[in-house]
Antibody, heavy 123, light 107 residues
Framework: EVQLLESGGGLVQPGGSLRLSCAASGFTFSNYAMSWVRQAPGRGLEWVSALSGSATYIYYADSVKGRFTISRDNSKNTLYLQMNSLRAEDTAIYYC????????????????WGQGALVTVSS | DIQMTQSPSSLSASVGDRVTITCRASQGITNYLAWYQQKPGKVPKVLIYGASTLQAGVPSRFSGSGSGTDFTLTISSLQPEDVATYYCQQYNSAPLTFGQGTKVEIK
């Protein structure tokens, strides 16, 4: 059974940093591109970043480029999102998501989602 | 960036009704479109990918169609458990983009 478990969310002041983790199990993690998708309170879904299985190819939404860094440790079956220079508009639930059918990381839909980690940016 | 526009933003229908949600892409995406269902307080769940392929385990009352720029999600007979917000997503190219969502309620 595929499981994705996010951790690391919390309350942070504007300008601060936070690192999210996503522990994966139930599939061969290194074979799959992974993404982070976020959802602001009461709002729709916004793709944030994607990373290929080998970590060779990395993609970011313009809204986070230069502030967020996606990475993975395939030996630990874990995906990360380092978030720096956080802003109020980054407040959201952050989901890690596994790509569906075999396609590049930049061209993926998502067949499994974690439960999400809430990040609140406020003073 | 490819913009995804859904309509309507919300709808109310009776149990057993046929419900249709449309999604339009700002440029052609062949059939690289997925539909998700998000029930209140829950995680999004994929219903359809490749515009018309039903994800395993999804009830057959859900169907998808379309290609290019215009796509449709149809619920053939609305059930109480279908109350949710539905999102389309293009995966033709990065940045991956979602529609704004369609909230489905029971009349």
């Amino acid at each position: 059974e595929v499981q994705l478990l996010e951790s690391g969310g919390g309350l942070v002041q504007p300008g601060g940093s936070l690192r999210l983790s996503c522990a994966a199990s139930g599939f061969t993690f290194s074979n799959y591109a992974m993404s982070w998708v976020r959802q602001a309170p009461g709002r729709g879904l916004e793709w944030v970043s994607a990373l290929s299985g080998s970590a060779t190819y990395i993609y970011y939404a313009d809204s986070v480029k230069g502030r967020f860094t996606i990475s993975r440790d395939n030996s630990k079956n874990t995906l990360y999102l380092q978030m720096n220079s956080l802003r109020a508009e980054d407040t959201a639930i952050y989901y890690c998501a596994k790509r569906g059918e075999a396609r590049p990381a930049s061209e993926a839909y998502f067949d499994y989602w974690g439960q999400g980690a809430l990040v609140t940016v406020s003073s | 960036d490819i913009q995804m526009t859904q309509s309507p933003s919300s709808l109310s229908a009776s149990v057993g009704d046929r419900v249709t949600i449309t999604c339009r892409a700002s440029q052609g995406i062949t059939n690289y479109l997925a539909w998700y269902q998000q029930k209140p307080g829950k995680v999004p769940k994929v219903l359809i990918y490749g515009a018309s392929t039903l994800q395993a385990g999804v009830p057959s009352r859900f169907s998808g169609s379309g290609s290019g720029t215009d796509f449709t999600l149809t619920i053939s007979s609305l059930q109480p458990e279908d109350v949710a917000t539905y999102y389309c997503q293009q995966y033709n190219s990065a940045p991956l983009t979602f529609g704004q969502g369609t909230k489905v309620e029971i009349k």
